[in-house]
């Protein structure tokens, strides 16, 4: 029974590198996929190293190419398998922030035919602006402490690539300082408007996940 040895699995990891993928929850999992697959080579074709090596690669090559995604945004190009994760990761995080802001559509859409909250259309303009800027200056902590932490991961790259391009909404569309972005209960024309705000709400989940799932993977790795 073959084991890799210390130098052995050191000539994956320049491999790795080779390949720019740094994002440590991806990259200790394809190492140790490539490390079983060159161990099972080498033992059940009674192969050196570096033929199982070589043999092992050719597989995962193709998974390494440039790859770009119109859900991250056709201009960021990574490695393929991990593009392909993060793109996994964004299309479950949207579809969760968009059931909670249809749920809260909803909630407010039935409380209005009952209560007229056109009434209260200030105080809803109001408080949205105030969550806005809580959510947005949080934003910022946690994108710092992000950039801060020393080392990479599939969602630390979703948060740099989604998130802070996204933190300028909840300033530049904020109901306190724009008059255009209020929302008045009543009118049509605004349901749009109502709707993009509680997206841009619900989104605040996103960015919380991210940072949790990025911080956790350190977590686990010193466990």
């Keep these: 029974m073959n084991t890799l040895t210390k130098d052995q699995l050191l000539t994956i990891e320049t491999y790795l590198n080779q390949k720019d993928l740094t994002q440590i929850d991806l990259r200790n999992e394809v190492l140790d996929h490539i490390a079983n697959g060159i161990e099972t080579t080498m033992n059940s074709e009674n192969l050196p190293f570096k033929e199982a090596f070589n043999k092992e690669v050719i597989t995962w090559n193709k998974e390494f190419g440039n790859y770009s995604s119109w859900w991250l945004g056709i201009a960021w190009v990574g490695p393929k398998i991990m593009m392909k994760k993060c793109v996994r990761i964004g299309k479950k995080s949207y579809l969760k ?36 800027l809580t959510i947005g200056c949080m934003a910022i902590i946690l994108y710092r402490t992000v950039r801060k932490s020393s080392y990479k991961t599939s969602y630390s790259f979703l948060f740099s690539r989604q998130v802070l391009p996204n933190i300028f909404i909840y300033f530049l569309m904020n109901p306190l300082f724009f008059e255009v972005y209020q929302i008045g209960i009543n009118k049509s024309s605004n349901i749009f408007m109502l709707f993009i705000h509680l997206f841009s709400i619900s989104f605040a989940f996103i960015i919380y996940d991210l940072f949790k799932n990025h911080m956790d993977i350190k977590k686990m790795k010193l466990a």
Excluded: C
């Design 97 to 132: 922030a968009l059931k909670y802001t249809i749920s809260a559509f909803l909630i407010i859409y039935l409380l209005n035919a009952f209560l007229d909250l056109s009434k209260y259309s200030s105080v809803l303009n109001t408080m949205i602006g105030i969550v806005y």
